[in-house]
């Protein structure tokens, strides 16, 4: 069983930075195909960044290519999100997640089974 614990969110004015974590256990995140995603109320659940297993290949949403960076921390069994420049429109609550599907589609929501609790993120102006 693997578990995700955010952290990291909270409330920042536009053109700030924050720092999010999702510690992993139960799985090695150096192994795993991870992602970020994002949600507001009344909308989907939006990708925002993803990292494949193992090459650390990377994947952003147009919205944050340039902005925000995906990375990991192996000995730390831990994803980050570095989200610098920050606009009011990168509110929301940012969950990670992991996939262990043999075809992994990164922007995909469904393409992931493991999913943390969320952790907001305000942007005010």
């Known amino acids: 069983q693997v578990q995700l614990v955010e952290s990291g969110g909270g409330l920042v004015q536009a053109g700030g930075s924050l720092r999010l974590s999702c510690a992993a256990s139960g799985r090695a995140v150096s192994s795993t195909n991870m992602g970020w995603f994002r949600q507001t109320a009344g909308k989907e659940r939006e990708f925002v960044a993803a990292i494949t297993a193992n090459i650390n290949m990377t994947s952003y949403a147009d919205s944050v290519k340039g902005r925000f960076t995906i990375s990991r921390d192996n000995a730390k069994n831990t994803l980050y999100l570095q989200m610098n420049s920050l606009k009011t429109d990168d509110t929301g609550v940012y969950s990670c997640?992991?996939?262990?599907?043999?075809?992994?589609?990164?922007?995909?929501?469904?393409?992931?089974?493991?999913w943390g609790q969320g952790t907001q993120v305000t942007v005010s102006s």
């Open positions: 997640a992991v996939s262990q599907i043999a075809y992994f589609s990164p922007r995909s929501p469904t393409s992931y089974n493991y």
